[in-house]
């Protein structure tokens, strides 16, 4: 196993002793027994040493020198084995206590493989180190280590990763000053034609540059003057490094800077983020933190520059981006001094989103403001484009303010403002007439314990000649399990046009389709358990119809929701509806009755059919009583059940000579339409073209739903020359996207 020797003379009295050893031929048997702990196999290395301790003049001034031999040395983990080395180390050290020094006479050390020396240490001279002022007459001293073609395979088995090539060359120095009161520092490492296998993927030809300068005064005052960092592959860069820092020992107080910078493409090709594919784009980071008298403060600046490429959807092209972050924490509070976001595409600036405020955790208080200055299509326009299209964003203002005070134990409020202004979007075609959009927000509100009161809320779009649309909602709302009272909240307007709007939206056609659940919605819990809200609204607008006399009570108690007798005049028909749902069921309960006087067609037609404009006259009647639970298709068919009716028996129902285009929220929505019907292409087709004048005179059409089953009946469309007669039925199936559908058609020309 090995030999360990000890001899010489003690003093317990002074104290004081002289002590020789000398070790030979610990074989890999004890090395093993030592490295059991750290997991390590030393292999089949042996250790000898050999040198002395001698403690003098009462125990004030500590000699030690001696040497340390390593043969055939390696580690070994799970991951691998390194190849085996011979490592020597010797030392002399002088410790007095009385002189409060340390002298390094000697401290030398030395590695190598096969042969090759890979990694030594001295020192010029003797080092010196003084914790006494009144030294004097210690000399300078500089230790040096040189490490020189390592090769990665050996550290690899140290680190989680699946192969590690390449060579490691590193140069470090250690200068000591003035008895040990100014300490430097300096190192440098690196190499290239690194290559690393690393979670399935390879990363070849890596190159890495690293350096660090730093100093160490008066054993108090620590500084990091500058620390450099490059990693580059394939002679591109993908990452670089900056960073300073300062720390004094005595008090605590110091900080740090790190300046980071990345070529995002490169990195995304080394390191995939789902969805994100880069042309061209770097990021830039400043992180500076410290710990002052006041106390520490975080501060972070990220610049995202020439982004081009897609993110999670949305095409950028030259996008930039800053975020700016600043946050504090002084006595008992939390500050946040600053949160900024702003980005642009092109040379038009896009505006800002800040916001700041503070929190005390020992008084539950604190406040937050946020401030919208000057936000633009320039910051919004590429972010927003996925849901215009095929239309563009061609300009918008948007500015506010808002404030919260928290006050936990007691009451909170919030106030705040928001202004759109000058929104222009452009369709490809030119299809609505570009009047600028603009609408504004303004509320004000308190919370204390479980009750929230709404004391203004005002959404307003900009006026038009039919309507000031503005809504005001007020009210209380209690929360909890046992509400004080019953929550009130009041919805009133004088007139709406929702024209403008629905010109917007009804022509962009990539809006985020509803997902198809792949099993029932979870119970959803109200935060309220009841609600009781009135709604009056005089008279809405959008396009040609007109909608009057909106009235209703809705109620919510114990997830329910209930609106009874919702009524309202439809171009001067009367329209009654009642609907219920219960949220607190897995995938909900409802039921929804529906009842329609003669409507006039001519403004529906106008409204969403502009291709049939003017073409549609008399009146129709509809009906509808749904009833159901759940929104899969295996409730659907157990649960659904009712019908769905509409008859017009006095209608004039013109075909265009063009295609008629079917909404694009429609279309969206309900997949089985088609984009565009060519109902007088088709009758050319067949040499009907002549029937296109008949107008229809009759649409009708039933669905009894029920057993599964969605039942089509009486469904037909009669002109003096054509009747399509359709029926069938709709099986509804355990996934919906698999329903059978048998749907004939009859087609009768006369």
Request: net charge negative.
């Amino acid at each position: 196993l090995g030999e360990a020797r000890v001899r010489g003379q003690v003093n317990l009295a002074e104290p004081e002793l002289r002590l020789a050893y000398d070790v030979t031929g610990l074989d890999s048997r004890v090395l093993a027994l030592v490295a059991a702990a750290s997991g390590l196999d030393v292999g089949n290395g042996s250790v000898s040493a050999s040198g002395r301790v001698d403690l003098l003049n009462s125990g004030s001034l500590l000699v030690m020198e001696g040497k340390l031999n390593g043969t055939n040395i390696s580690a070994g983990t799970i991951r691998g084995r390194t190849r085996p080395a011979d490592v020597n180390f010797l030392h002399r050290v002088t410790v007095n206590r009385n002189l409060r020094s340390v002298i390094c006479e000697q401290l030398d050390l030395g590695a190598s493989q096969g042969g090759r020396v890979v990694l030594s240490g001295a020192l010029d001279n003797g080092l010196n180190i003084s914790w006494d002022k009144t030294a004097a007459g210690f000399r300078d001293s500089t230790y040096t280590v040189k490490a020189s073609g390592l090769r990665l395979e050996d550290l690899a088995v140290f680190l989680p990763v699946e192969s590690l090539g390449g060579v490691l060359d590193a140069d470090a120095k250690v200068k000591v000053e003035d008895a040990g009161r100014t300490c430097s520092f300096s190192a440098s490492f690196g190499g290239d034609g690194w290559k690393v296998a690393f979670g399935g993927r390879t990363f070849p030809s890596l190159a890495l540059q690293a350096s660090v300068q730093g100093r160490l005064r008066d054993f108090n005052m620590a500084n990091i003057d500058a620390l450099d960092l490059k990693l580059r592959m394939a002679g591109s860069s993908l990452a670089s490094v900056s960073a300073i820092a300062d720390w004094r020992m005595g008090d605590g107080y110091g900080g740090a800077q790190m300046d980071a910078e990345l070529a995002l493409p490169a990195v995304l090709g080394l390191v995939p983020v789902e969805g994100v594919a880069l042309r061209s784009g770097r990021l830039k980071t400043v992180i500076s933190a410290g710990i002052r008298p006041t106390g520490p403060v975080v501060d972070v600046m990220a610049y995202w520059n020439d982004i081009t490429g897609r993110v999670v959807g949305i095409d950028l092209d030259g996008y930039d981006a800053t975020l700016s972050v600043s946050v504090a924490h002084s006595g008992r509070a939390y500050e946040v001094r600053k949160v900024s976001v702003t980005g642009q595409s092109g040379t038009l600036a896009g505006g800002t989103i800040d916001a700041f405020g503070s929190f005390n955790p020992d008084s539950l208080t604190g406040s937050l403001t946020l401030n919208v200055m000057g936000v633009n299509q320039s910051l919004l326009g590429p972010l927003v484009a996925p849901y215009f299209a095929p239309n563009k964003l061609a300009g918008v203002l948007f500015n506010g303010a808002a404030k919260a005070d928290l006050d936990i134990k007691g009451k909170s409020s919030v106030t705040g403002s928001l202004r759109m202004a000058d929104m222009i979007v452009l369709h490809p075609q030119g299809r609505f007439p570009q009047v600028p959009l603009g609408c504004s927000l303004e509320f004000e509100g308190t919370h204390a314990g479980a009750t929230t009161e709404i004391r203004h809320f005002v959404l307003a779009l900009d006026p038009t000649e039919r309507a000031t649309n503005r809504i005001d909602v007020s009210g209380v709302i209690h929360a909890g399990a046992k509400p004080a009272a019953a929550s009130r909240l009041s919805l009133k307007s004088t007139d709406i046009d929702l024209t403008p709007l629905y010109d917007l939206l009804s022509s962009a056609t990539n809006a985020v389709k509803p997902a198809v659940a792949s099993g029932e919605p979870a119970p959803l819990h109200l935060p309220v358990r009841e609600l009781l809200a009135d709604v009056d609204v005089p008279r809405v607008f959008l396009g040609d119809i007109e909608v009057r006399d909106i009235a209703a009570k809705v109620q919510v108690k114990d997830d329910v929701i209930s609106v009874e007798n919702l009524g309202f005049r439809l171009n001067g028909s009367p329209v009654k509806t009642v609907a219920k749902v219960d949220l607190g069921k897995p995938g909900y309960d409802y039921a929804l009755s529906l009842t329609a006087e003669p409507i006039p067609l001519k403004p529906i037609f106008n409204t969403f059919v502009p291709a049939m404009k003017e073409l549609a006259q008399g009146a129709f009647v509809a009906s509808a009583d749904i009833r159901g639970s759940g929104t899969t298709g295996a409730s659907l068919r157990k649960s659904l059940a009712g019908h769905l009716q509409f008859r017009a028996t006095n209608a004039e129902i013109r075909l265009p000579d063009g295609a008629i285009e079917v909404p694009a929220l429609f279309s969206k929505y309900f997949p089985i339409l088609p984009e565009r019907l060519h109902p007088a292409s088709v009758l050319a087709a067949i040499g009907k073209s002549d029937m296109v004048a008949e107008p229809f005179r009759v649409l009708e059409m039933r669905a009894d739903i029920g057993d599964g089953t969605v039942r089509l009946t009486e469904g037909r469309a009669l002109s003096a020359a054509i009747a399509v007669q359709v029926g069938g039925e709709v099986r509804i199936a355990d996934e919906l996207d698999q329903s059978a559908l048998e749907i004939p058609v009859a087609l009768g020309f006369g």
